[in-house]
């Protein structure tokens, strides 16, 4: 079941049309209206089900389209991109533009400025970071030598976190120039998010397991956020989900016996330490 979750009111669970049977949230803007995809039963199908984009904005939810779709990001003007069948596109109401590309793929974030960015597949099954924009259409940003590569979110600048795979590598991409970004030592990292000041959050460990949130930005380098908090309240960030341009973090991780937690992490004044609500997930 989706939620939306804040200080003031707490969890508040976002209601499904009849017929849907789950759904998975994935973006919300400054409004607090909510993008993603649900799931739902298809009549006469036994054991089939049917994916759809939904938008969720006061109070009532919206499907984006009847076809297999998802919806993965919106920004504060309620432009919602994501995938449609096997086509890049985005959203503004109902009505659905196509970003280009041939052979299909995903658009991940989009920024104020109505700048896009995710992968695209070619003709070979290759998929490649994009950027998108209304002057240029869909461009490739993939860095160099990168066989394989996914442009994952975009700051409100235009800076772009990318991640290629072949080789395993993690880039930043300003003015068209690519910065390195050098992660955990040892141990796989996934990139989740960045904000306005190209700070960087997400996952790392030699497996699910044991997996540590972290946080990334340019005067410290790579950190484990479990070092950054109070180690007496028995938390183990295990996820860093989202990081907001007030350098608020949210993810998931286990205090005690309780697994599955989700946390708001939030810096305190000399953002030196920073402390933490949790609940349940």
Same mark, same amino acid.
């Given at each position: 079941?989706?939620?939306?979750?804040?200080?003031?009111?707490?969890?508040?669970?976002?209601?499904?049309?009849? $017929?849907?049977?789950?759904?998975?949230?994935?973006?919300? &803007?400054?409004? @607090?209206?909510? *993008? +993603?995809? /649900?799931?739902? #039963? !298809?009549?006469?199908?036994?054991?089939?089900?049917?994916?759809?984009?939904?938008?969720?904005?006061?109070?009532?939810?919206?499907?984006?389209?009847?076809?297999?779709?998802?919806?993965?990001?919106?920004?504060?003007?309620?432009?919602?991109?994501?995938?449609?069948?096997?086509?890049?596109?985005?959203?503004?109401?109902?009505?659905?533009?196509?970003?280009? $590309?041939?052979?299909?793929?995903?658009?991940?974030?989009? &920024?104020?400025? @109505?700048?896009? *960015? +995710?992968? /695209?597949?070619? #003709? !070979?099954?290759?998929?490649?970071?994009?950027?998108?924009?209304?002057?240029?259409?869909?461009?490739?940003?993939?860095?160099?030598?990168?066989?394989?590569?996914?442009?994952?979110?975009?700051?409100?600048?235009?800076?772009?976190?990318?991640?290629?795979?072949?080789?395993?590598?993690?880039?930043?991409?300003?003015?068209?120039?690519?910065?390195?970004?050098?992660?955990?030592?040892?141990?796989?990292?996934?990139?989740?998010?960045?904000?306005?000041?190209? *700070?960087?959050?997400?996952?790392?460990?030699?497996?699910?397991?044991?997996?540590?949130?972290?946080?990334?930005?340019?005067?410290?380098?790579?950190?484990?956020?479990?070092?950054?908090?109070?180690?007496?309240?028995?938390?183990?960030?295990?996820?860093?989900?989202?990081?907001?341009?007030?350098?608020?973090?949210?993810?998931?991780?286990?205090?005690?016996?309780?697994?599955?937690?989700?946390?708001?992490?939030?810096?305190?004044?000399?953002?030196?330490?920073?402390?933490?609500?949790?609940?349940?997930?």
């Amino acid at each position: 079941m989706p939620a939306t979750w804040s200080q003031k009111d707490g969890l508040h669970a976002i209601e499904l049309p009849t $017929g849907f049977v789950s759904a998975e949230s994935t973006g919300i &803007n400054g409004a @607090g209206d909510v *993008v +993603g995809f /649900a799931t739902r #039963k !298809e009549p006469n199908q036994a054991g089939s089900n049917q994916t759809v984009a939904f938008r969720y904005s006061a109070g009532q939810v919206l499907v984006l389209s009847e076809e297999r779709s998802k919806a993965a990001a919106i920004n504060d003007s309620g432009v919602t991109v994501g995938a449609n069948g096997d086509r890049l596109v985005w959203w503004l109401g109902r009505k659905m533009l196509p970003l280009g $590309g041939c052979c299909g793929g995903i658009a991940h974030a989009v &920024n104020n400025r @109505g700048q896009a *960015v +995710g992968d /695209a597949n070619d #003709k !070979e099954g290759h998929y490649s970071a994009f950027l998108w924009d209304s002057a240029h259409g869909l461009r490739s940003i993939a860095p160099p030598h990168a066989g394989t590569s996914t442009a994952l979110g975009i700051t409100g600048s235009g800076s772009v976190l990318i991640q290629t795979l072949t080789p395993n590598a993690v880039f930043l991409r300003q003015k068209g120039a690519f910065t390195p970004v050098h992660l955990a030592p040892e141990g796989a990292s996934q990139p989740l998010a960045l904000n306005t000041c190209d *700070v960087i959050v997400g996952e790392f460990g030699a497996a699910s397991d044991f997996y540590h949130a972290f946080l990334w930005d340019r005067p410290h380098g790579f950190r484990d956020l479990n070092k950054l908090i109070d180690g007496a309240e028995g938390w183990n960030l295990e996820s860093a989900v989202d990081i907001n341009d007030r350098g608020e973090i949210i993810g998931v991780g286990d205090r005690g016996k309780q697994q599955d937690l989700g946390f708001l992490l939030v810096p305190d004044k000399n953002l030196n330490h920073r402390e933490h609500r949790g609940t349940q997930r």
